[in-house]
């Protein structure tokens, strides 16, 4: 599988690294406007990369869906496989390892940030942000839970149809039983991101990756 991807430069050296994931059906252009609202200074090298599947209704996927909170496993793994690659090479290119990478996403995308940021088999980034997601259960596939965790932020929608508000619950509870540092919001919406909770999560990536923010008078 090859993983296109669309990057947003640094303002100068790039003190971390970003990569949002979207969510079932759109593409990597989908994000990538939140890179700014993340990162509203330009400190970081943002990535929004591309799933690796053409699936209907149309747009990018990263798997099939066939019952929520369970990635189907034959589309799952390989792209996980090719995804973790990437991300590797990624990293190995631009000198910026897992310890200065925060991985993100939004539904789908906030699943595969969990599943590489907390595979048995990956090296834990600085910080997960998961948008309207869930941790999955995949058959054949190892999430590690324990000790040291990274930081993550979670938020969901109380109204979400698509992927119901319990799965954001779940997943803090099951984290922070685990030990992790939980940033946790709900807010009244629908399946969508909070623009208010970007606002929140831009000094929270700044303290994940240790980056100093400029102070105001």
Known sequence: MTIAHRVRPAAGEPEGLLVLFHGRGTDENDLFPLLDLLDPERRLLGVTPRGPLS?????????A????????????LPTFEAVSDWLDALGGGTGLGPERTVLGGFSQGAVMSYALGLARTRLRPAAI????GFIPTV????LERERPLPPVAIGHG???PVIEVDWGRRAKETLEAAGAQVLYREYPLQHAVDPGFLVEL???ISSALGVERPTTA
Do not use: C, K, Q
């Open 55 to 63: 699936l209907p209704p149309g747009g990018a996927h990263w798997y």
């Open 202 to 204: 831009a000094p929270w």
């Open 129 to 132: 942000v998961a948008l309207s």
């Open 65 to 76: 869906v066939r019952e929520i909170g369970y990635p189907d496993p034959a589309t799952f």
């Open 158 to 160: 109380t109204y979400d």
């Open 139 to 142: 058959n054949g596939f190892e």
